[in-house]
């Protein structure tokens, strides 16, 4: 029985029931794999997330990456979450000190991902001269040409997420995605679709899909320590921390990058001339390219949510925003879902805030403790007490009427490991994703259960979200038929923006 069929047939002694992380370490706990049996993956969108998710996969056993393809040959712009974080775990994957010595800043693009995948195997199997890493500007030449490849993993901006997936599951590839899974409700719904049609295993880079912290969200919620839910609130201090909205459409043209294919870059969304304004990372502020605060941290957030409250998607909804740009998003946005009464649980309001706007202050909350973690958080308001989260759901914290705080499962785990070459726990991941996450969908690849993010999972979650960002854009109550895919109430103009107009040949 070699390695591929093990994996099968434990999965399937498992039925439907979702591999425990532990029963994913047994799965995977092999010294060595056969290549044969190694998941040939392309990396498609190698920018400094796609490089981050590469260097995690580089150092997996299970996976053998045999192509990396981006519109950009390679530049030193992109974004760093620390000081030389991207550099320094560069040279922590490939053991190589000097890497990067002549960048003069964060490097990422396609030939950069190249030079590292070949010199990691290079290394690992003691061939200088190894040069089994192809590199493509083009993904559909990617998918013609790499006949023996399995999966995909799409690191672009998010209007490029559902053609790339698509095509990928229609070529007969599994897919891994970045947040948000899709730039369009009609995309999330066709991604979904797509997936069952073909049968190809999916996950999208939602980490938290299977953390304890999740679970024990979800254990608290059901268990009543804080009574039915009625109302959630979640903040984030994106995206005025991290990038900027609320700009006006750039009015002259900057000169294309050498290496950049910007028509390419472009791919669906309408041309226009090259600004600075747009790239890198400040893509997502724009609603051609991104889906602003909302699509970066929504999905990690509702995740947790949805799977502690049992929530489908949302009925209505609405916004209140800083001022309105006609092509970006604003500099900050509440949005309000609203969910009806189920047989499980009472009718249930959602606000999401951003952009630094932080719901009110718990009254009971005593004035010395915080109501979040890094001025981000969650709060479930039941009809017995309150529960306070991190944004993901970690150290939770439940809040009586009279202000008493409870740790039901003792104070905040120690900081992360840091960042280490050593497989397959991955140390402090680079992507911030632990081996486990990626495991179980690798596993689904071989025919194992689905992954717990998977598209159809996670559809009805980027639906809700995606329902918020048109209303963030048109200060409309929103009313959303599901079934008929339409609203019942809003504008003309909000319901075009249900289901994008692409521009070709870049269309699904």
Same mark, same amino acid.
């Given at each position: 029985?070699?390695?591929?069929?093990?994996?099968?047939?434990?999965?399937?002694?498992?039925?439907?029931?979702?591999?425990?992380?532990?029963?994913?370490?047994?799965?995977?706990?092999?010294?060595?794999?056969?290549?044969?049996?190694?998941?040939?993956?392309?990396?498609?969108?190698?920018?400094?997330?796609?490089?981050?998710?590469?260097?995690?996969?580089?150092?997996?056993?299970?996976?053998?990456?045999?192509?990396?393809?981006?519109?950009?040959?390679?530049?030193?712009?992109?974004?760093?979450?620390?000081?030389?974080?991207?550099?320094?775990?560069?040279?922590?994957?490939?053991?190589?000190?000097?890497?990067?010595?002549?960048?003069?800043?964060?490097?990422?693009?396609?030939?950069?991902?190249?030079?590292?995948?070949?010199?990691?195997?290079?290394?690992?199997?003691?061939?200088?001269?190894?040069?089994?890493?192809?590199?493509?500007?083009?993904?559909?030449?990617?998918?013609?040409?790499?006949?023996?490849?399995?999966?995909?993993?799409?690191?672009?901006?998010?209007?490029?997420?559902?053609?790339?997936?698509?095509?990928?599951?229609?070529?007969?590839?599994?897919?891994?995605?970045?947040?948000?899974?899709?730039?369009?409700?009609?995309?999330?719904?066709?991604?979904?679709?797509?997936?069952?049609?073909?049968?190809?295993?999916?996950?999208?880079?939602?980490?938290?899909?299977?953390?304890?912290?999740?679970?024990?969200?979800?254990?608290?919620?059901?268990?009543?320590?804080?009574?039915?839910?009625?109302?959630?609130?979640?903040?984030?201090?994106?995206?005025?921390?991290?990038?900027?909205?609320?700009?006006?459409?750039?009015?002259?043209?900057?000169?294309?990058?050498?290496?950049?294919?910007?028509?390419?870059?472009?791919?669906?969304?309408?041309?226009?001339?090259?600004?600075?304004?747009?790239?890198?990372?400040?893509?997502?502020?724009?609603?051609?390219?991104?889906?602003?605060?909302?699509?970066?941290?929504?999905?990690?957030?509702?995740?947790?949510?949805?799977?502690?409250?049992?929530?489908?998607?949302?009925?209505?909804?609405?916004?209140?925003?800083?001022?309105?740009?006609?092509?970006?998003?604003?500099?900050?946005?509440?949005?309000?879902?609203?969910?009806?009464?189920?047989?499980?649980?009472?009718?249930?309001?959602?606000?999401?805030?951003?952009? !630094?706007?932080? #719901? @009110? =202050?718990?009254?009971?909350?005593?004035?010395?403790?915080?109501?979040? *973690?890094?001025?981000? %958080?969650? &709060?479930?308001?039941?009809?017995?007490?309150?529960?306070?989260?991190?944004?993901?759901?970690?150290?939770?914290?439940?809040?009586?009427?009279?202000?008493?705080?409870?740790?039901?499962?003792?104070?905040?785990?120690?900081?992360?490991?840091?960042?280490?070459?050593?497989?397959?726990?991955?140390?402090?991941?680079?992507?911030?994703?632990?081996?486990?996450?990626?495991?179980?969908?690798?596993?689904?690849?071989? !025919?194992?259960? #689905? @992954? =717990?993010?998977?598209?159809?999972?996670?559809?009805?979650?980027?639906? *809700?979200?995606?329902? %918020?960002? &048109?209303?963030?854009?048109?200060?409309?109550?929103?009313?959303?038929?599901?079934?008929?895919?339409?609203?019942?109430?809003?504008?003309?103009?909000?319901?075009?923006?249900?289901?994008?107009?692409?521009?070709?040949?870049?269309?699904?």
């Amino acid at each position: 029985m070699n390695r591929r069929e093990l994996i099968r047939n434990l999965s399937l002694a498992a039925a439907s029931i979702p591999p425990s992380r532990a029963a994913l370490a047994d799965i995977f706990a092999f010294n060595q794999v056969k290549p044969s049996d190694k998941l040939t993956v392309a990396c498609i969108g190698v920018g400094s997330q796609g490089l981050r998710v590469l260097l995690d996969m580089l150092r997996l056993p299970e996976v053998q990456i045999v192509a990396v393809c981006d519109v950009n040959r390679g530049s030193s712009d992109y974004l760093d979450w620390g000081p030389n974080e991207l550099r320094d775990k560069v040279r922590t994957v490939l053991q190589n000190p000097s890497w990067g010595d002549k960048h003069p800043g964060p490097t990422a693009g396609r030939e950069v991902a190249q030079s590292i995948v070949n010199a990691f195997y290079a290394k690992e199997r003691s061939k200088p001269d190894y040069k089994g890493c192809a590199a493509y500007e083009d993904y559909r030449e990617l998918l013609a040409k790499e006949h023996d490849l399995d999966a995909v993993i799409v690191s672009t901006p998010d209007h490029w997420h559902a053609l790339i997936a698509i095509a990928a599951m229609r070529a007969g590839k599994h897919v891994y995605s970045q947040k948000p899974m899709a730039h369009s409700v009609w995309e999330a719904r066709e991604m979904a679709r797509v997936a069952k049609e073909t049968g190809c295993a999916t996950q999208v880079s939602i980490f938290n899909s299977d953390s304890v912290a999740s679970k024990q969200v979800h254990d608290l919620i059901t268990t009543s320590a804080i009574g039915p839910v009625r109302s959630i609130d979640i903040w984030t201090k994106r995206a005025s921390a991290f990038w900027k909205q609320g700009l006006a459409t750039p009015t002259h043209a900057d000169p294309i990058p050498d290496g950049l294919n910007w028509e390419m870059w472009l791919g669906p969304a309408p041309m226009r001339p090259f600004s600075r304004s747009y790239m890198p990372f400040i893509w997502r502020a724009w609603y051609d390219f991104g889906c602003g605060a909302v699509g970066d941290m929504g999905e990690y957030g509702f995740d947790t949510i949805f799977r502690a409250v049992d929530l489908g998607v949302a009925e209505r909804m609405e916004a209140s925003t800083t001022d309105l740009f006609p092509e970006c998003y604003p500099v900050a946005s509440s949005v309000h879902f609203h969910f009806g009464a189920t047989q499980s649980r009472p009718a249930l309001q959602l606000n999401w805030f951003d952009g !630094g706007i932080e #719901p @009110a =202050r718990p009254s009971e909350l005593p004035g010395d403790a915080a109501m979040g *973690t890094g001025g981000e %958080g969650v &709060i479930y308001t039941g009809d017995k007490g309150k529960l306070i989260t991190a944004f993901m759901g970690e150290d939770p914290r439940v809040l009586t009427a009279t202000g008493k705080i409870t740790r039901p499962f003792g104070p905040p785990t120690s900081a992360p490991t840091p960042f280490q070459s050593s497989k397959p726990q991955l140390g402090g991941s680079a992507s911030g994703a632990d081996a486990a996450h990626y495991l179980e969908w690798i596993s689904a690849c071989h !025919g194992g259960p #689905p @992954a =717990r993010a998977n598209y159809a999972y996670e559809a009805p979650i980027v639906e *809700t979200l995606l329902l %918020g960002c &048109i209303a963030v854009r048109t200060h409309e109550s929103l009313l959303w038929d599901r079934n008929k895919f339409t609203f019942t109430q809003g504008s003309e103009r909000a319901k075009a923006l249900l289901k994008p107009t692409y521009r070709s040949p870049y269309t699904l």
